[in-house]
């Protein structure tokens, strides 16, 4: 088919706005949320459901890691599908699978079997995810109406991972750790039903076909790197294991790129991170999440080991960052991305933000939840709020409808490869942090006693102060990485405030005749 022959698609002005968008954003925001929250719901329910199979501490990890491993690695490839198959086709097999997997896993007997389920749930995640992206980004292209649908599913984005913790803290605490996964079934069944009433399906690109080899090679570099950072946890950064994982996955993602610039249907084409401000906008977001997720790991652990509280009341604890979140993405961030350039928004958010972390490193082991907590909390959340919505919708903006599948799967390639860096190095520094300092403290306290020994209650403070240190070293270094977020966006992201939208003159105007 020759140029002159090939069918334009139609601008996004041209089309009648769908009369259901809206509906459809509720469908598109409860099935983010249920993949994004699923990422922490477990982690409460962990404890319970080792002792309940009989999981072996060293295996445990594999309730996450599994989903981690399969929701990381094949997201490009889902959002692949999306484009190629029909968006609101994927969205709905991805819903089914997920439903299906999390029923598989509440019903698990055993490790294996959970192990199992938790990687099914990652796959169909890795449909869901960027497929529920590109129906955002297709059906609300311009105006307020474009900030406001970013606005919600930024802070769905944000808050996601907290409101995980508290349904995983109720559901363990007066239920069963089994529900935390049963819960994702009549979920899944609302959304699907929303699905098949309110999103309207696109398939943009008929010709084209699945690039296998960029499959294996980017699939298998994230999926190794996601799973070298899980590793770095237990064993530490310089464990040869850890390093041959990291630079096998580098090595498979740089002949990912040079095969994508052969490729005749390229998995990612290289245009859309080659752009200035998409890049910057991926980057950001993966140095914000690496710091949130920092905060998330250490403030659980904070909450329930140091300060004894239940996993309902952890889960609770983070309720007044949720809240933050809620309000900056869709009071503040909704309101002026229209108005305002998207790092206006983007550099305060992360200033902010890091404020907040820095306001954890003076976390002591006695209670100062109002005192420290509380404040940072409210800052961390209008932060994130700031952040992750003009950082969504400035990755997405002028991608062709073609491209936005694989585009929303990047910036969800982004989220997950940050939590799992940010996981795994903050991790490594608090672990080492404490050890360093119960260690010296100890031989200290031995040396004040003259060498007759140091009591169980003076060696049980030593250990508090010295987890607590380990936790406030990690969150200064959270600290340190959102301002590096804040400087990524300030000189990449050089896009201008949205201007209005020029549409084409209708006949009346023009002085055509219908």
């Not at 497929?131 to 307020?144: M, N, P, V």
């Not at 349904?167 to 605490?173: E, R």
């Not at 080899?213 to 799973?227: D, T």
């Not at 795994?424 to 200290?444: G, W």
Request: glycine content about 12%; charged content about 10%; hydrophobic content about 50%.
């Amino acid at each position: 088919m020759s140029q002159a022959e090939t069918p334009r698609p139609t601008p996004s002005w041209a089309l009648p706005p769908d009369p259901r968008r809206w509906w459809g954003l509720v469908v598109i925001a409860i099935a983010q949320l249920m993949v994004v929250l699923d990422a922490t719901i477990v982690n409460i329910a962990l404890p319970s459901a080792q002792q309940d199979l009989g999981m072996s501490d060293a295996n445990r990890q594999w309730v996450i890691t599994a989903y981690m491993l399969a929701f990381g690695g094949l997201l490009l490839l889902g959002g692949r599908i999306a484009d190629l198959a029909g968006r609101k086709r994927t969205f709905m097999v991805g819903l089914v699978g997920f439903a299906a997997a999390s029923g598989l896993g509440g019903a698990a007997m055993g490790p294996g079997l959970l192990f199992g389920a938790r990687a099914l749930q990652g796959a169909f995640g890795a449909l869901l995810a960027p497929s529920a992206l590109s129906l955002l980004t297709t059906t609300f292209t311009i105006g307020k109406e474009r900030s406001k649908a970013f606005g919600i599913y930024g802070a769905i984005a944000g808050g996601g991972a907290a409101i995980g913790l508290i349904a995983g803290g109720l559901l363990t605490q007066y239920l069963t750790w089994r529900w935390c996964l049963y819960v994702n079934i009549p979920v899944a069944i609302i959304a699907l039903a929303g699905a098949s009433l309110f999103l309207r399906d696109t398939r943009e690109r008929g010709g084209a076909r699945l690039d296998i080899p960029g499959v294996l090679l980017g699939g298998g570099g994230l999926v190794a790197i996601v799973y070298g950072c899980s590793e770095a946890r237990p064993r530490g950064w310089g464990d040869g294991e850890v390093v041959a994982w990291l630079v096998g996955g580098v090595l498979l993602l740089a002949f990912f790129g040079w095969w994508q610039t052969r490729a005749r249907y390229p998995l990612l084409p290289l245009h859309i991170v080659r752009d200035r401000n998409r890049g910057g906008a991926f980057l950001t977001m993966a140095l914000a999440v690496i710091a949130l997720f920092g905060m998330f790991l250490f403030m659980t652990y904070y909450f329930q080991t140091v300060l004894g509280y239940s996993p309902v009341r952890a889960g609770l604890a983070f309720l007044p960052m949720t809240a933050a979140i809620v309000v900056g993405a869709t009071q503040l961030s909704a309101r002026l991305l229209h108005r305002l350039a998207p790092r206006l928004l983007m550099v305060p958010g992360a200033l902010l933000a890091a404020a907040g972390l820095h306001t954890l490193t003076y976390l002591t082991a006695r209670p100062s939840y109002v005192a420290h907590v509380l404040p940072a909390e409210i800052l961390v959340g209008l932060g994130m709020g700031l952040i992750f919505m003009p950082v969504m919708a400035t990755a997405t903006s002028g991608v062709a409808p073609q491209d936005s599948g694989v585009t929303s799967a990047t910036v969800n390639t982004a989220q997950q490869v940050g939590g799992s860096i940010g996981t795994a190095l903050l991790n490594t520094i608090a672990t080492s942090t404490t050890a360093t300092y119960i260690a010296a403290h100890l031989t200290d306290a031995a040396r004040r006693t003259g060498g007759h020994g140091v009591s169980p209650a003076l060696r049980s403070e030593i250990v508090r102060d010295g987890v607590v240190d380990g936790f406030t070293a990690a969150l200064g270094v959270s600290s340190a990485i959102m301002l590096l977020a804040a400087l990524t966006a300030g000189l990449m992201i050089t896009v201008g405030a949205p201007k209005p939208p020029v549409r084409a003159p209708s006949p009346r105007t023009s002085g055509a005749r219908p």
